[in-house]
């Protein structure tokens, strides 16, 4: 018995069982997408030419990632040499000393990347992680039913004429909705696509002295248009959806216009995946009184944490998996449409790609327009476009997420949605002592 | 209703019951049954909306988790972490039950209740302690912290569920025993365990699902090496794409060995759930 149970001992002991990564062992976390799955894939090129590494991946949901990659980055955990972190992780953790700055040789073409990436994921003169896929936010819609309505739609259309193509093409007989938006409560959900809409209106998070503007007349007027727009012409249940749902609604034919990802576009226009792919054309984010902030800016980027003892390893892994080598690796293997988009301006210039990807001029241009640093009407302390880069941001766009998910629903008025959301976020601020 | 016979009442009754209990049943199992549809499912066909009840099935999803997951190393670190986590548990549980359910004292009862209470705490609550714990013991991602936690969590109904069944056990075999000059481990090992052995069996199996089931600590305390099935599922949830499908056929491979186990077992379960602690 005594033996049985030292050898379960053992063996228990032996499975499962290393965190500490051993000498050229690289443990990279990461969320489970379509061009994070491909790097997985491919990745075993990278491992052949460099037989020194051996890769380890732990793919995680976007959520749990964030609160994995935090613990870890916080407590020293040392679980992970490379990390997937967005543009508003990026410039707090870098400016945190969280991160390691990273360093490419010449043949990366660090100035290949594009401008608003580079900048969005650096702090300080440093960049601090090198995007892997970036994406803005445009209107995506369907030209068939547009142009059945008898109407057009231009780049930055206002809100006013979005409505009325909406009330134009809304048929929910036929199972037609006039437009989707997110409405399900988060920071990097409804209020990623509110804050831009909310831009466009004037609007800001906070002014100059990090006071709440969530009770100004331009939060008002973004969040009634909105929730008139989305209770007369959007679907049913439209509090609880984001990306996902409306992807999968958009590919069933069932929404005449969409404003999200620029992402999405690869999606909907893939046959394979959308009943509806040769219907779509693309336009600019509309806009209210301005086009600053209309449409955000994201990247999904890999850096590595400071606790991280294969730093050299790492940086080879990046400079690889971002590199324009990379994107031609992706093109040779699955074709110039399904190369990780929104990083490199040589990407855009090829001509492979722009015959493959119908939305690469719409998408570049974007990306291109957002502008991390001067993204609202009136000047703010803060940078981010559907977002305010401060680590208390998270907190108070969950908070408020769920006060404009539940005006959305109709449990409670625009007005008192937005007085309760500023006293949250006064008290946040207040919290983190702002003022 | 009025004129009927007493026997025809009592049809009535078991056909309503048997009626009832098949549509609870169902509403139980339905999520079960669409999760292991969806696993058969394209991407497309498992968002059409309205669903589809009829398709051709295709194995694509089972491939892909395949590709993808070394879905034989997660489920060899569930099994380690459930089976070892359990026979941990039950090495604790089965001389503090007897103790307390044999020589009681006039704290026996608060000490029970204080342990269910630790249930009570969200498990978040304490994921920065035991996250750092764990880190100074060198033990993240290591399957062996993770036997320590989930002992540490099933250890309160364990406790319960045994405690309940060894006070079925009449004092007077025991006495019998005694005068028969057995010891007290001699009491707990000829005695009161073979008496109690279908209720400890019930009480491991019930152990063991709990263990399997647990994902909260498997995706926080685990990354590349020591994670469990459950932070396999995790692992196909997607921000930005469609994944119901593969998400189904991951959790319908996950899903599978407990189910089969649970099948096979359902008899004891039953007991455990319907005379114990619970009863």
């Not at chain 1, 990026?90 to 991160?99: E, F, Q």
């Not at chain 1, 209106?201 to 989305?230: C, I, N």
């Not at chain 2, 309503?16 to 609870?24: E, F, Q």
């Amino acid at each position: 018995m005594k033996k049985l149970l030292l050898s379960m001992f053992a063996a228990t002991m032996s499975i499962g069982s290393g965190s500490a990564a051993f000498a050229g062992e690289l443990t990279i976390a990461t969320v489970n997408n379509g061009h994070m799955v491909e790097m997985q894939k491919l990745s075993k090129q990278f491992e052949a030419q460099n037989r020194d590494i051996k890769l380890n991946w732990v793919v995680l949901e976007e959520g749990t990632l964030r609160q994995r990659v935090t613990t870890d980055i916080t407590t020293g955990g040392g679980q992970f040499d490379v990390m997937t972190i967005g543009m508003y992780e990026a410039p707090i953790w870098g400016g945190k000393g969280w991160l390691k700055k990273l360093d490419f040789n010449t043949d990366y073409d660090i100035l290949d990347v594009l401008p608003a990436m580079r900048g969005g994921l650096s702090t300080g003169g440093k960049v601090y992680a090198a995007p892997f896929y970036g994406e803005s936010s445009m209107l995506m819609y369907r030209k068939d039913l547009v142009k059945a309505a008898g109407m057009t739609i231009e780049d930055n259309p206002s809100w006013g004429h979005i409505r009325d193509v909406a009330a134009a093409i809304h048929n929910p007989q036929d199972g037609v909705y006039g437009i989707c938006l997110r409405g399900k409560p988060g920071w990097g959900d409804n209020m990623a696509f509110l804050t831009t809409m909310a831009n466009s209106f004037g609007a800001r998070w906070f002014d100059e002295e990090w006071k709440p503007q969530l009770d100004s007349p331009a939060w008002e007027h973004a969040v009634t248009f909105y929730v008139d727009l989305m209770t007369k012409y959007g679907p049913p249940g439209s509090s609880s959806n984001s990306f996902n749902e409306i992807l999968a609604l958009y590919n069933e034919g069932k929404c005449g216009m969409w404003i999200d990802a620029t992402i999405a576009a690869s999606f909907i226009t893939d046959p394979k995946q959308s009943k509806v792919a040769n219907k779509i054309a693309f336009a600019q984010s509309p806009i209210a009184v301005t086009t600053r902030g209309a449409n955000w800016l994201w990247a999904w980027a890999l850096a590595i944490p400071a606790g991280t003892k294969q730093s050299a390893d790492a940086q080879k892994f990046i400079s690889w998996a971002t590199s324009k080598e990379y994107i031609e690796l992706v093109a040779k293997t699955n074709g110039w449409a399904s190369v990780p988009t929104g990083t490199r301006t040589s990407t855009y210039n090829n001509p492979n790609f722009q015959k493959a990807a119908v939305f690469a001029d719409a998408e570049l241009k974007a990306i291109l327009s957002a502008d991390p640093k001067n993204s609202t009407l009136e000047p703010t302390p803060y940078q981010g476009v559907q977002f305010a880069a401060i680590p208390e941001f998270q907190a108070i766009g969950i908070a408020v997420g769920q006060q404009m998910s539940a005006a959305l629903a109709g449990n409670i008025s625009v007005k008192e949605a937005l007085k309760r959301a500023q006293k949250a976020a006064d008290r946040e601020m207040r919290k983190a002592r702002y003022y | 209703m009025m004129n009927l016979t007493l026997s025809q009442r009592k049809k009535y009754k078991t056909i309503s019951l048997g009626l009832l209990s098949w549509v609870v049943a169902l509403v139980f199992f339905f999520p079960i049954l669409w999760m292991f549809m969806t696993s058969f499912k394209t991407e497309l066909q498992a968002i059409a909306v309205p669903p589809l009840w009829t398709w051709e099935p295709t194995f694509e999803n089972f491939a892909i988790v395949q590709e993808r997951s070394d879905y034989f190393k997660f489920a060899m670190n569930s099994i380690v972490t459930s089976f070892g986590a359990t026979l941990l548990a039950l090495l604790i549980a089965v001389p503090a039950a007897y103790s307390m359910a044999f020589f009681p004292s006039k704290h026996t009862k608060d000490i029970l209740l204080w342990m269910l209470s630790t249930k009570m705490l969200p498990a978040v609550g304490v994921l920065m302690p035991i996250y750092l714990l764990t880190k100074s013991a060198g033990l993240l991602d290591n399957v062996f912290s993770l036997i320590i936690i989930f002992t540490m969590i099933n250890l309160p109904i364990i406790m319960w569920m045994l405690f309940s069944y060894f006070r079925e056990i009449p004092k007077e075999i025991l006495e019998a025993s005694r005068m028969d000059g057995a010891t007290t481990l001699g009491e707990l090992r000829h005695v009161v365990m073979p008496l109690s052995w279908g209720g400890i069996a019930s009480t491991g199996l019930l152990s063991i699902v709990l263990c399997w089931n647990e994902a909260f600590w498997s995706i926080n305390l685990t990354s590349a090496n020591a994670g469990t099935l459950t932070a396999l599922i995790a692992s196909y949830s997607s921000p930005e794409g469609l994944f119901w499908a593969k998400l189904s056929a991951a959790s319908t491979l996950a899903c599978a060995p407990i189910v089969v186990f649970g099948w096979f077992c359902q008899k004891q379960l039953v007991q455990g759930l319907t005379f114990g602690a619970v009863k």
